[in-house]
């Protein structure tokens, strides 16, 4: 666990904004193979250039709301929402039969946050339906007091801030956002933290992204896992 710019004391996290798919959540690859649901409805088979183009922008994009990187992909309002509709079709299918779980430790790390009197919220940059789902199958509904996807935060994702601002005054949990702590598995989480202003802004390697992309980013903690979370937060400011 690496650590760098840890907050003062007069700065603690009363507030915790988690992604989910790659944070909280491992769900093996499932965007990837719900991405090639999404290019087939528009055409675009596996194997090809146009393919494997379009992949590695999904790739490089991880944590960005879905609708949004398939504008970016396939052009028209239209195009974008076909293939969104089928990505979210394709993935919801794969946490239905199963193919997902919590990252270990991950349920404990959001029990021992609540219990140190933090408030803890989920985000995603998947539709609601597909965030409900993960849930569901997770038996998480009532993990965290507020759950967040785009829609919530008027259509924008990561990695705008506009998630973790939701999250700040939705719940009232915060006095300010350097009482703010955004942790994910991609460089998208940190950018949208590291806009927000929130205080400490961790990437985990438990996902898509490894350190030089969250140091890039502006990452003030890299993290094995966000297991780990807790005794960080708990730790004097300023130790390790």
Known sequence: MNQTNPPTDSDTVHLVVLDMAGTTVADGGLVERAFDAAARELGVEPGTPDHAEKLDHVRATMGESKISVFRHLFGTEDRARR????????????????????????????????????TVVLSTGFARVTQDAILAALGWRDLVPLTLCPADAGGRGRPYPDLVLEAFLRTKAADALRQVAVVGDTSYDVLSGVRAGAGLVGGVRTGAHGDDAFRAAGATHVLDSVADLPALLRAPRGAG
Do not use: M
């Open 83 to 118: 293939a969104n509709t089928a990505f979210e079709k394709a993935y919801g299918e794969s946490v239905d039969a199963g193919l997902i779980a919590p990252v270990p430790g991950a349920r404990e790390a959001v029990e021992e946050l609540a219990a140190d009197g933090r």
